[in-house]
């Protein structure tokens, strides 16, 4: 089983930012952050500041091309299309790609681009990092949870099993779950629920982990995920929105959700990949979803209510 010695992450914000460091610091040369021309070039001259510590990154050229060993892509939604195309010169037949987007439909863009046998499925869960220029903090960095999937205990895929040697190595807490599908699954009832409330209301963790009325906007938008999943098979539950809380009360409570943070700086968010999902796979498993309709609304009038932009 070939060692995984070269990671290259696509979307150098929160989450990839504060993976690279933590990776480095285990073992130093081995992470690259993908870069175009100008992005390289902010990059080289502003460096990253993880937790008050200025790191300088090996940068990756996409016109250069190279065959990685691991791709961990952080982009948003929305950026996965550029992402890919910069990344063709970048996969070569043994690279491996996870991809820690929210959501549940980036395997499925990946793997059309690039092989299924390529791209198990993953999320990262538990992180609060914040972004703000050239700086992210976090007091969190949760745990990559990834596999195909089923993976059964004792009989992971060798692809599955090169990450999780790595992903040790590097110092990198992460679960390979027996249900991978409804694990991500249960990442996307998060998203669906936390991200969207918190945008709305302009509530940090604090508000969802410790008042009822913020706590009721997110769970009546996490209900309608988990009526979905019960209608396609995907495994959650209602006892599922209960155990988010435990993970809930271990974030920072001034940390800030990447959706918030997004309607803070007035950048695209992710709603067309959490409610307009929900509401698009509810009209065809005929699944109600009046919460998510109403919040995929409210998220495109903040979009379009942004300073400097007409409706």
């Excluded at 009046?290 to 209510?305: R, S, T, W």
Aim: hydrophobic share 45%; glycine share 10%.
């Amino acid at each position: 089983m070939a060692e995984i010695r070269d990671v290259l992450i696509a979307g150098a914000g929160a989450v990839g930012s504060a993976l690279a460091a933590t990776i480095e610091e285990r073992l130093p040369g081995t992470v690259s952050i993908l870069a175009g021309a100008g992005r390289a070039e902010r990059f080289r001259a502003e460096g990253f500041l993880v937790n008050g510590r200025r790191r300088d990154f090996r940068l990756a050229d996409p016109a250069r091309p190279a065959e990685r060993d691991l791709v961990l892509v952080a982009v948003k939604a929305h950026q996965l299309p550029a992402a890919v195309e910069e990344l063709r010169s970048q996969v070569g037949p043994s690279t491996l790609i996870l991809s820690l987007l929210n959501g549940i439909t980036s395997e499925d863009i990946l793997a059309a681009a690039f092989g299924r046998e390529k791209v198990p499925y993953a999320m990262i869960l538990g992180i609060d990092a914040i972004r703000e220029g050239n700086a992210t903090s976090y007091s969190s960095g949760g745990a990559i949870h990834f596999g195909e999937a089923r993976n059964p205990p004792g009989a992971w895929s060798e692809q599955v099993s090169r990450i999780a040697s790595f992903l040790g190595r590097a110092g990198v807490r992460h679960v390979v779950p027996e249900d991978m599908i409804r694990s991500l699954w249960y990442k996307f009832m998060i998203n669906v629920g936390v991200n969207q409330a918190s945008a709305v209301l302009r509530a940090t963790y604090a508000s969802f982990q410790s008042l009822p009325e913020a706590q009721r906007v997110m769970e009546a938008a996490m209900r309608e995920v988990v009526a979905l999943s019960a209608a396609l098979g995907t495994g959650l539950v209602p006892a599922d929105i209960e155990a988010w809380y435990a993970t809930l009360a271990g974030l920072g409570p001034e940390s800030k959700t990447s959706m918030l943070q997004d309607v803070e700086a007035g950048r695209k968010t992710e709603v067309e990949a959490f409610a307009g999902t929900v509401v698009e796979l509810g009209a065809r498993a005929g699944v109600p979803t009046p919460v998510n309709e109403l919040l995929l609304d409210m998220i495109l009038a903040i979009e379009k209510g942004y300073p400097g932009r007409s409706a």
